[in-house]
């Protein structure tokens, strides 16, 4: 479905440019994207996560690999976006550590490198709609 195509590039793009820029949005004098809006962060984060998984479900030519890795890139950003606002509004308290504080630290710890292979995998989605390994 060549909407959930579009919305994923755009998901994708988005996510990956907050995962890589991090708390400073600005690009020039006049726009600046709110990527300490825990509000957006959280839309953001669901609908890339929602996105992801749609597109795992549509058909398409290949479906298998063409749409795997930018759905697979959509539902990590996407839960990585909403375990940000999650772990900026819980309490921390480091007697109390678990698996899913742990998993979330590790991933935040890559949040630059998945932002810039999130943007990568957006252009190439977007410049190869058919490929049959993207």
């Known amino acids: ?37 825990p509000t957006f962060n959280l839309v953001l984060g669901i609908m890339c996560t929602v996105t992801g998984f749609l597109k ?10 063409g749409d795997f ?13 909403i375990f940000g606002i999650y772990r900026k509004n819980a309490s921390y308290n480091p007697a109390n550590e678990n698996s899913l504080e742990n998993i979330g630290t590790n991933l935040l710890r890559f949040r630059k490198p998945l932002g810039i292979g999130l943007i ?9 709609p058919e490929a049959l390994f993207l």
Do not use: R
């Not at 890795?69 to 976006?81: F, H, Q, S, T």
């Not at 990568?120 to 190869?128: G, I, K, M, Q």
């Open 1 to 37: 479905m060549i909407q959930l195509y579009i919305l994923s590039i755009l998901c994708n793009g988005l996510s990956g440019y907050i995962l890589f820029a991090g708390n400073d949005g600005d690009i020039g004098e006049n726009f600046k994207v709110p990527l300490s809006n």
């Open 56 to 65: 795992l479900l549509s058909p398409m030519k290949y479906a298998i690999f």
């Open 69 to 81: 890795l930018p759905a697979i890139a959509g539902i990590v950003a996407g839960l990585i976006l």
């Open 120 to 128: 990568a995998s957006a252009l190439l989605h977007f410049l190869f």
